[in-house]
């Protein structure tokens, strides 16, 4: 199964895929698409082109999209907003499933600490994905998404596997 996470931006979105096969994750890639354009539609609509063609290129089989949090900014928070939407939109577009993890979660998921720093997160995926070359911030934050979905939401039947391998 062909995992893509999702870092959700209006001036850089993270991307990063992961496969997973039985119990092993392997890195596939991972990258950031960049706004281009000057006002918020052209912004918009360059980052749903790019991420498109993401999803075109490497076909994964399901999405996961990091949640925002709502800040004291409120023009700031709906501009985010709108690029969460096509974050979700795209691969739901493509026929995916798409989960949402909050950022604490993520940072649990990976580090073991909700609160992680990026330092934490980036030193844990590195760790996770020997050998992996991060390009950049928001890409190495779409692959911890991409990590926290292949353990939490990839295998509904998860917790059965994992006993039935204790047991």
Not at 94 to 106: D, F, H, I, K, W
Request: net charge positive; aromatic share 4%.
């Amino acid at each position: 199964m062909r995992v893509i996470g999702i870092d959700p931006g209006l001036r850089n979105m993270g991307w990063g895929l992961v496969d997973l096969k039985q119990s092993r994750i392997c890195h596939v890639a991972n990258g950031i698409c960049r706004s281009k354009g000057t006002d918020l539609a052209e912004r918009l609509h360059s980052l749903f082109i790019q991420l498109e063609e993401v999803l075109k290129n490497f076909k994964p089989d399901t999405a996961a999209v990091e949640t925002t949090f709502v800040n004291k900014d409120g023009a700031a928070s709906l501009k985010l907003g709108h690029a969460r939407a096509i974050a979700l939109l795209v691969p739901a577009k493509a026929g995916l499933s798409v989960s949402e993890y909050a950022p604490n979660r993520v940072k649990k998921a990976v580090v073991g600490v909700g609160h992680a720093d990026k330092r934490q997160v980036e030193h844990m995926v590195k760790m996770q994905l020997p050998g992996v070359v991060l390009n950049g911030v928001d890409a190495t934050d779409a692959l911890a998404i991409a990590l926290c979905h292949a353990h939490y939401g990839c295998s509904p039947n998860r917790y059965q596997v994992v006993m039935e391998k204790v047991l």
